[in-house]
Nanobody, 123 residues
Framework: QVQLVESGGGSVQSGGSLRLSCAAS????????MGWFRQAPEKEREWVAN??????YYDDSVKGRFTISQDNAKNTLYLEMGSLKSEDTAIYYC??????????????????WGQGTQVTVSS
């Protein structure tokens, strides 16, 4: 079973930056969706970005501000977040879709999830 552990969350002022990491056990990379989602209080968990076979995809709300990347040697997924806004405040989750078909933008495509890391942006 895959285990995902996020780190790097915290509190930052508007306009600041954070880097989230997601350390994965097992061979989770390859032709699998690897993604980041977030969930704000009283809101649905939403897709933020994903990487698939080296190609990256972003929700419009973070495009140009966030960068998703992976280090296969370290089995780690990253999310660099810049120009942070108060509306980016949420718990951020990394996820992987193992032998699962479907769009990488859909929460239901993913089979394994991390425990989440809190990001708080104050204005």
């Amino acid at each position: 079973q895959v285990q995902l552990v996020e780190s790097g969350g915290g509190s930052v002022q508007s306009g600041g930056s954070l880097r989230l990491s997601c350390a994965a056990s097992g061979d989770t990379f390859g032709n699998n969706c690897m993604g980041w989602f977030r969930q704000a209080p009283e809101k649905e968990r939403e897709w933020v970005a994903n990487i698939l076979a080296g190609t990256t995809y972003y929700d419009d709300s973070v495009k140009g501000r966030f960068t998703i990347s992976q280090d296969n040697a370290k089995n780690t997924l990253y999310l660099e977040m810049g120009s942070l806004k108060s509306e980016d405040t949420a718990i951020y989750y990394c996820a992987v879709a193992i032998r699962s078909s479907g769009s990488c933008r859909y929460r239901t495509t993913y089979t394994d999830w991390g425990q989440g890391t809190q990001v708080t942006v104050s204005s």
